[in-house]
Every structure is written in C-alpha cells, then in structure tokens.
C-alpha cells in the first residue's frame, strides 16, 4: 500500500484510489515502488492530494480472478477505483461477450459499495487490432464499458511504450521502470482532474 497524504491534513480527508489489475498493474519484475500506481501515489502527494492508494493487482490476473479476488477489498470506502484487467483473458481466447461481463460485474460490485465512487477503466489492445473481429472487439470493449458506466477511459494503457525494446522487459511484453513511467503519465492524464474533484468533495466516514 502506498499513501499519498499532503502534510499536516487529517486522516479523516485522506481518499482512497483502489488498482485492481494484472502484472502490467503490478509492476512484473519491478519493484512494487516502480510500477505506476505507486508513481500516482507519488504525483498525488506532489500535487497536495491526500489519497491512499491500494494496489490489489497480480500477475496472471483475469477477470475472472479479479471477481474473486474483489471482496476482501470492498471492505473499506473507495473513492476512485481503476480498473485494468482483460488482457489475459483475450490471450486465453475467452470470448468477449465474457470478458465484457465480468468486467461489467466488478464494476457493480464496486459501485454497490462505494455509490458515489469515480471509476477510470485502463483500455488495453491486443497486437494488430484491425487484424479481425476478436482483436477488434475487443479493443473497443472497453470505451464501450466506460460510457455505459460513465466511467472515464485511458484509451490505451500501453501508448508510448507498447513495442520499444527500450521501454520493457526482455520478454516485449511488460514494461520496465521507464516503461512504467509511460504508463503513469497514460494514468494521470485521466487521473488528475478526478483526483481534483474527489480531493475537493467532503470526506466520508465510512470505512
């Protein structure tokens, strides 16, 4: 867990952001310091914002596994919850239609919990989505998602880092310390003005 708490404020206004995802949210053979939820934590705390964040993602992970792994987290109140699971899954070939609703279950898990809570859904592709339906569904799955849930979107989790040797692990696939640092600034952009408008909304009591 990494807090992002601006001095000298009351425990009582911290805000809590929820990460529920895979490895490229864990920070795969990185340090848990250099994946990007702890980079947010870091431009959280820079900016003034006094938010904890959780950071609930493994390697390996799918929906499904997110749907089970979700509850013991729902426990405490959840300000703002990024969403960034579904890879795996389109690697399995698990079909859309299935992927789609459970990510669409975790999300009303969340909100039967946390009403008022902001939801940002990091949108993944798989390589060559133009190539065929799969590919293609499945990259727009997630706008989708966001619009139906009034959710904001990063488009694409992996911009800039996607495919440069230089900007991830020895496998192509996860990024590393640089590449996470791409990654946060994908975050942040969306991150930063709901970040702004929670920090500024009365704070619950509810734990």
């Keep these: 867990m ?7 404020q009351h425990s009582s206004q911290t805000k809590r952001i929820l990460v529920l995802g895979d490895s490229l949210s864990e920070g795969f053979g990185l340090k848990s310091s250099q994946a990007y939820p702890a980079l ?6 820079a900016a003034g914002f006094n938010f904890e964040i959780t950071n609930a993602s493994a390697s390996g992970g799918t929906t499904d596994g997110g749907l089970i792994r979700l509850p ?5 109140k ?19 239609n299935e992927i789609e609703r459970n ?16 939801i940002v859904i990091a949108g993944m592709q798989l390589p ?27 488009p694409y989790l992996l911009e800039g880092a996607a495919g440069n040797p230089s900007l991830n692990l020895g496998d ?14 994908n975050v942040w952009r969306v991150l930063e003005p709901i970040a702004r408008d929670t920090a ?6 509810v734990e």
Excluded: C, W
């Excluded at 590449?179 to 600034?185: F, P, S, T």
């Design 2 to 8: 990494h807090s992002a708490g601006a001095a000298q």
């Design 40 to 45: 947010l934590a870091e431009k959280l705390r």
């Design 72 to 76: 013991a987290h729902l426990k405490r």
């Design 78 to 96: 959840i300000d703002i919850f990024i969403l960034e699971l579904g890879i795996n899954d389109a690697f399995r070939g698990v079909p859309i």
């Design 103 to 118: 990510l669409q279950a975790i999300i009303d898990k969340v909100k039967a919990r946390n009403p008022k809570v902001r």
């Design 128 to 154: 060559n989505y133009t190539a065929d339906n799969y590919v293609f569904t499945f990259g727009k799955m997630f706008s989708e998602l966001a619009t139906k849930n009034q959710a904001a979107l990063v």
């Design 172 to 185: 192509g696939i996860h990024p590393n310390a640089a590449g996470q640092k791409i990654l946060a600034e």
């Design 200 to 205: 500024n909304s009365p704070a619950s009591n």
